[in-house]
Nanobody
């Protein structure tokens, strides 16, 4: 069992930055690929970023590539999403996710979800 708790969301102006954190419980954190998804009002949840269990490979949605950076520290059971050059279109609830099989880039492979943290970008 893995429990995920996100933090770091908030209100920021366009062009600003935020750093989301996801703290995981459990001793098996390092065996999971971790991902970030988001859901904007009236839209379906979508993939944002993923990182392999070792941190050696990261994947990003086209809309955030070059602006967002995903990283992890297995010793701290934590994964981060650094978000720069934020745009109003990035406004959404951001969810941390863990996948025990494959890379956490599709919802079908996600084993655990966090409750989400709100990110609001004003224009």
């Amino acid at each position: 069992q893995v429990q995920l708790v996100e933090s770091g969301g908030g209100l920021v102006q366009a062009g600003g930055s935020l750093r989301l954190s996801c703290a995981a419980s459990g001793r098996t954190f390092s065996s999971y690929s971790m991902g970030w998804f988001r859901q904007a009002p009236g839209k379906e949840r979508e993939f944002v970023a993923a990182i392999t269990w070792s941190g050696g490979t990261t994947l990003y949605a086209t809309s955030v590539k070059g602006r967002f950076t995903c990283s992890r520290d297995n010793a701290k059971n934590t994964v981060w999403l650094q978000m720069n050059s934020l745009e109003p279109e990035d406004t959404a609830v951001y969810y941390c996710a863990a996948a025990g099989r494959g890379i956490a880039r599709t919802q079908a492979v996600i084993d655990y979800w966090g409750a989400g943290t709100q990110v609001t970008v004003s224009s």
